[in-house]
Structures are given as C-alpha cells and as structure tokens.
C-alpha cells in the first residue's frame, strides 16, 4: 500500500498562486495514476486534475487554465498549482494514487479557504 499526505493550505486571498503537496510513501514503485479531488463545504467531491502513468494530465472544466498538476519522476510527491485563485476553490483538497495492487488511496486532505 501507499501513505499520501497533503500539505499547503490554509487561508488565502483571492488571486496569486498556491501550491498544494502530496508526500507518497509505502510502495511507491507500484503507483500509477495519482490525481487531485477537492470537496467544497455541502458539496460532493469531484475530480480536479490527474496525471497518468506515462505523464498524461487531464483537468477538471473549472480547473483548466488555472491549475498545474506535477508530479516527480520517483512518484515520491504530487503538486497541484492553484493560480488565480477565486473564494469557489474553498474546499477540502485530496490526493490519491492508483495502484499496481491496490485500486485507490486516498490523503486525508488539506483544506484551503480563499477569502478577502
């Protein structure tokens, strides 16, 4: 199995850059896809951006042009860039990694809140 934890939230204002981590540990040798969720307060959870095994990103309508997904060549950690940030990306930001042996693990999640 793998361990992923997120970092880098917190209280920001609208507009400028954030940059969102996801550290990955256990058997990061099996990880293949790993993507970013995000759940905004009384709302469902929904994908925001991922990136496949051969280095492939796909981004949610609301995410592209703003956001950046990366990841190191070691799968060791996973970024997602927030630019321009607007108060609607206030939410709870998960991480997850697919697996050559498992089907998805989760983070625990960091929580942003933009807001003048």
């Known amino acids: 199995q793998v361990q992923l934890v997120e970092s880098g939230g917190g209280l920001v204002q609208p507009g400028g850059s954030l940059t969102l981590s996801c550290a990955a540990s256990?058997?990061?040798?099996?990880?293949?896809?790993m993507g970013w969720y995000r759940q905004a307060p009384g709302k469902e959870r929904e994908m925001v951006a991922y990136i496949s095994n051969g280095g492939g990103t796909n981004y949610a309508d609301s995410a592209k042009g703003r956001f950046t997904i990366s990841r190191d060549n070691a799968k060791t950690a996973l970024y997602l860039q927030l630019n321009s940030r607007k108060p609607e990306d206030t939410a709870v930001y998960y991480c997850?990694?697919?697996?050559?042996?498992?089907?998805?693990?989760w983070g625990k999640g960091t929580h942003v809140t933009v807001s003048a």
């Open positions: 256990g058997s990061i040798f099996r990880i293949t896809d």
């Open positions: 997850y990694a697919d697996g050559t042996i498992w089907s998805r693990a």
